[in-house]
Structure formats: C-alpha cells, structure tokens
C-alpha cells in the first residue's frame, strides 16, 4: 500500500475538450473526496462517495463535471467542455475512520 | 456553515525559532473536528496533527502543537525549533460529525518560509 495515487500529475488540454483523472485510494478506505485547489487558494471540496454511493455534491460540481467510483475501488473525476476557469489541483483523498489521506493531485491547465 | 479563518498569507522565520500559525473558525456544531496540513510545492497534503472539539488536552505531534482555545474558537498551530524543510503553504481545516457531514473545510492557508 503506497497511499493514493492520481493520474495524470499533469494534464493541458484546450479549451472545449474532455478530460478524465483517475484516484486509486488506499484500498480498505471506504470514503473516497475530489477536492479542487486554485492558486493561493485552500482546497474546496467538490464531492465524495461512500463505496460506489455518491453521497454529496458541491455546488462547484456544475453539470459538466462528473465523478465515478465503480465498484467502490477507484474514482474518476471526468470534466466535460473544459473552461478556462477549471484550471486548478485536482485532489483525491481518502479515508476510513475520520483520518484522511491525500493523493499528489493532477493539475490541470486549460489553454 | 462552518468557516475557517487563517489571516497571515505569509510568515518568515529564521531557523529553529518557534513559530505559531493562526487559525479561527466557526461552527455551530458541538462537535467537531480540526486539522492541519503541510502542502509542499509538490502539492501532496501531508496530514500534521489533529484536535477533537472534546479533546480537554491539546494534541502534540512530535514537534508540531495544536493551542486549541474552544471559547475563542482557535486552533493555532506550534512548531517549534523550525527547520529549512517545514517551508511550505499550512492549511487549518475542521470536520463537523453531524450525519453526513463528512467533508473537510480549509482555510486559505499560510506560507511558511524558513530562512538559514
């Protein structure tokens, strides 16, 4: 167990395509977040799942964001239309009992 | 809602002095968790140290101290003898318990810079 893992760490695409990160959490973690962080700012929590249940959605997640977390085991975080403004850290984190565990993110740029 | 308030962007201090980051939230819930994290620029959030709302001592993590003030809602974080590696952006972030209330609200964070 090497804690979770995104991929990509990196990722520019162009304004108006789909992009897809995936998290893979610790695996006997059963609660699993997407957080975003924009430059200088703290993370703001978008969403998280509770095995494969989605159990709550920020705001921030507009229709063109949706996450997955298939069988309960990995996430995939999909962001349809990219917009300039979802330039930011994506963060997946994961836990069991209360204590979480962050990945090293992907940073999306959107030119 | 709950809310957390860090109000220094920047710190600066010299090589094993102590330092102390500010951290004030606000919550109605009465019980609670918070938590600090250190995010290097690698951009991992390296979990530091954590305080339940009806912990009656305050937690200690090797060199890191949480001053947790309950009536002032305060939860500064301590470092003492600071070293060059503790350089980084340091979030404050609190948990409520309440059903459902699973997710982590952050502060804007502080970034620490140690100097030789």
């Known amino acids: 167990d090497t804690g979770v893992s995104q991929d990509p760490r990196h990722k520019i695409t162009k304004r108006g395509q789909n992009v897809t990160f995936r998290c893979d959490p610790i695996?006997?973690?059963?609660?699993l977040y997407w957080y975003r962080q924009t430059l200088g700012q703290g993370p703001e929590f978008l969403t998280y799942?509770?095995?494969?249940?989605?159990?709550?959605k920020s705001r921030l997640l507009s229709d063109r964001f949706s996450a997955e977390r298939p069988k309960g085991s990995f996430s995939t975080l999909e962001i349809q239309r990219t917009e300039q403004g979802d330039s930011a850290m994506y963060l997946c984190?994961?836990?069991?009992?209360?204590?979480?565990?962050f990945g090293s993110g992907t940073r999306l740029t959107v030119v | 809602a709950q809310k957390i308030t860090q109000t220094q962007p920047g710190m600066f201090v010299q090589e094993k002095e102590a330092v102390t980051l500010d951290c004030t939230y606000d919550?109605?819930?009465?019980?609670?968790?918070l938590f600090w994290y250190k995010q290097p620029s690698s951009g991992e959030m390296i979990f530091l140290i954590y305080?339940?709302?009806?912990?009656?001592q305050n937690a200690t993590e090797g060199r890191y101290s949480l001053n947790f003030q309950k009536a002032r809602k305060s939860a500064n974080l301590v470092i003492s003898a600071s070293q060059l590696g503790d350089s980084a952006m340091y979030f404050c972030?609190?948990?409520?318990?309440?059903?459902?209330?699973?997710?982590?609200?952050f502060g804007q964070g502080t970034r620490l810079t140690i100097n030789p």
């Open positions: 972030a609190m948990r409520g318990v309440a059903q459902g209330a699973q997710k982590l609200v």
């Open positions: 305080q339940g709302s009806y912990d009656e």
């Open positions: 695996s006997e973690h059963n609660r």
């Open positions: 799942f509770q095995n494969e249940a989605q159990l709550e």
């Open positions: 984190a994961s836990s069991l009992l209360g204590g979480y565990t």
């Open positions: 919550t109605s819930d009465q019980s609670y968790g």
